[in-house]
Antibody, heavy 120, light 106 residues
Framework: QVQLVQSGAEMKKPGASVKVSCKTSEHIFNNNDFNWVRQAPGQGLEWMGWMNPNSGNSDSAQKFRGRVTMTRNTSTTTAYLELSGLSFEDTAVYYC?????????????WGQGTMVTISS | YDLTQPPSISVSPGQTARLTCSGS??????CYWYQQKPGQAPVLVTYKDSERPSGIPERFSGSSSGTMATLTISGVQAEDEADYYCHSAGTSGGWVFGGGTKLTVL
């Protein structure tokens, strides 16, 4: 079964912001960092950033700094990715993913993906 | 890309497929491999260079030598046709993925 449940598809205009959610169980939430990965249509995987669910500390890939915000709600065991200043190039499927205790830093838990479409 | 993969490889059923991933971070950093089929989320097939998660068939194996990591699929089956991505620590911090290799089973 899907252990990370993401929010539904979004359509946004250029310049807008989008916020994607990723809900999981308390056990999975508390163990290991959340990572966000995106995939543009027909393209490869692109790592965006990580967030520690306990401290809230986060960091992102250089190309997204200043545009991406990663947060969490510990009460609802939900992580969030917000991306601002959207352009057509941000059209992609956005995945949240985590590593379980057994795989080191290998991402073995994935959400189902959230399609974000940027259209005027 | 910090990690370089050939764009495509083709093999016949029953043959061995060797997918490579070249990166300057190797061998100091581990390599992880993912299989992705159309319309699906990626699936981790090997971790820490050569470990295999539970549920992944034994025909999938990983190795690393020098600046090259390799995913070997022995006795390729039709169901193995997919895109494969390597993943490791980025030279500028964080994580990176290779560009991906499309495996075609002839």
């Amino acid at each position: 079964q899907v252990q990370l449940v993401q929010s539904g598809a979004e359509m946004k205009k250029p310049g807008a912001s989008v916020k994607v959610s990723c809900k999981t169980s308390e056990h999975i939430f508390n163990n290991n960092d959340f990572n966000w990965v995106r995939q543009a249509p027909g393209q490869g995987l692109e790592w965006m950033g990580w967030m520690n669910p306990n401290s809230g500390n986060s960091d992102s890939a250089q190309k997204f700094r200043g545009r991406v915000t990663m947060t969490r709600n510990t009460s609802t065991t939900t992580a969030y990715l917000e991306l601002s200043g959207l352009s057509f190039e941000d059209t992609a499927v956005y995945y949240c993913t985590k590593a379980s205790k057994t795989t080191g830093d290998g991402f073995d838990i994935w959400g189902q993906g959230t399609m974000v479409t940027i259209s005027s | 890309y910090d990690l370089t993969q050939p764009p495509s490889i083709s093999v016949s059923p029953g043959q061995t497929a060797r997918l490579t991933c070249s990166g300057s971070a190797f061998p100091n950093q581990y390599c992880y491999w993912y299989q992705q089929k159309p319309g699906q989320a990626p699936v981790l097939v090997t971790y820490k260079d050569s470990e295999r998660p539970s549920g992944i068939p034994e025909r999938f194996s990983g190795s690393s030598s020098g600046t090259m990591a390799t995913l070997t699929i022995s006795g390729v089956q039709a169901e193995d046709e997919a895109d494969y991505y390597c993943h490791s620590a980025g030279t500028s911090g964080g994580w990176v993925f290779g560009g991906g290799t499309k495996l075609t089973v002839l």
